[in-house]
């Protein structure tokens, strides 16, 4: 009955949302509940709540005991809001305490079930269990390879907990999502954190961006790709439309011809390999047009052909006038190899045994 009348509290306090306007300005909080996925979104209104500070509040499973999961933001209203949620109270000692069984109960409840799936011999894993409808239902989440006959399963939960049992099948970043962690940045990942949609993250976004395609740099806890590699990928995009493509051969404005070997998006500029053999960066604003991939239309000289990514390596950074002159010429200039044979010692048989004799003889010991 206690719950009921909280219920009814909470809807009364909805109706009265009814009185903002379109573009008024309100203040909102995001709360997550334990074994929730998602984080959602309550009026704030003038209280002051603290990231972290424990609140009850209505969620998918009744009234329970969250955490605030953001700072206050704000955003201008619109009918399709509403009904508007909003935090009943702060969490009292009580409350707390009836959220620590509740969240026992349920991890009972997943301890009996990862056994009995296990007696089955089912191919599921078991990631949490949410006691909904002020425990008359429990909805137990799960990852599978492919799809299960859980029936028997479902059978024998029903017959031990009493009450109403629903399976739900998640991905990998849903489960990732409501165990909850930190990323490799040191900040609260962001699946647990703010994100509604996950949205698609393909290896083509790691290479826009020139990262290392090592797994353990790129994947996050959940095994997947990061979702953060889609934060700059639209800049990145944007960028490189005014930056030529690596291994196209292009003019420069100051009228460098040559191969464009390397990128550095982030700072508009690229590093070519002229046909003199030097290397020197540009900004993207140097780039006057692409020839094509081959250098038919240039006139370059025939030590191009002979100028390989090694090369580059070898001649560094952009140097001075008088430095590119120097090393032009030493790195084209004939080498000279002086090759000389060993002299061949006499064999002396009864040389090399004294030799040998003498190394084997003990110094005396001196007191």
Not at 199 to 210: A, E, L, Y
Not at 258 to 264: A, F, H, P, S
Request: proline share 4%.
């Amino acid at each position: 009955m206690q719950e009921e009348a909280i219920v009814l509290e909470e809807e009364s306090s909805n109706k009265g949302n009814k009185k903002y306007q379109d573009g008024d300005i309100l203040k909102f909080i995001r709360v997550r509940f334990p074994g929730n996925i998602k984080a959602h979104s309550f009026l704030l209104g003038n209280r002051k709540l603290g990231y972290g500070q424990k609140v009850v509040a209505m969620s998918d499973r009744g009234m329970a005991v969250g955490y605030v999961n953001s700072f206050p933001y704000d955003l201008p209203f619109k009918k399709e809001m509403l009904p508007l949620k909003t935090i009943s109270k702060v969490a009292a000692a009580e409350d707390i305490v009836a959220e620590k069984k509740h969240l026992d109960a349920e991890r009972k409840a997943d301890r009996f079930c990862n056994n009995l799936i296990e007696k089955l011999k089912i191919d599921m894993t078991v990631t949490h269990v949410e006691f909904i409808q002020f425990g008359k239902k429990a909805v137990f989440y799960f990852n599978a390879p492919s799809r299960v006959d859980f029936r028997e399963l479902v059978k024998s939960l029903v017959g031990e907990l009493k009450m109403r049992v629903e399976l739900r099948q998640i991905s990998i970043r849903d489960r990732a999502a409501a165990i909850g962690g930190i990323g490799p940045c040191g900040l609260q990942t962001c699946c647990s954190y703010f994100l509604k949609d996950y949205g698609n993250v393909s290896i083509k976004m790691v290479k826009n961006q020139n990262l290392a395609l090592v797994p353990s740099k790129i994947n996050g806890a959940c095994g997947q790709l990061k979702c953060c590699m889609k934060y700059e990928n639209e800049v990145y995009s944007e960028k490189r439309r005014d930056l030529p493509k690596e291994g196209t051969f292009i003019k420069a404005a100051n009228g460098d011809i040559g191969k464009v070997l390397r990128l550095n998006v982030l700072f508009e500029q690229f590093e070519m390999l002229t046909d003199k053999g030097i290397m020197r960066k540009y900004a993207g604003n140097q780039y006057l047009g692409v020839n094509s991939k081959t250098p038919e239309g240039w006139s370059f000289p025939k030590t191009f052909d002979f100028i390989n990514n090694e090369t580059a390596k070898i001649i560094g950074e952009e140097k001075s006038e008088e430095d590119e002159v120097s090393s032009e010429m030493d790195y084209f200039a004939p080498v000279e190899i002086e090759a000389s044979v060993p002299e061949k010692k006499e064999e002396n048989p009864d040389r090399d045994r004294r030799t040998r004799n003498r190394r084997r003889r003990r110094k005396p010991k001196t007191d």
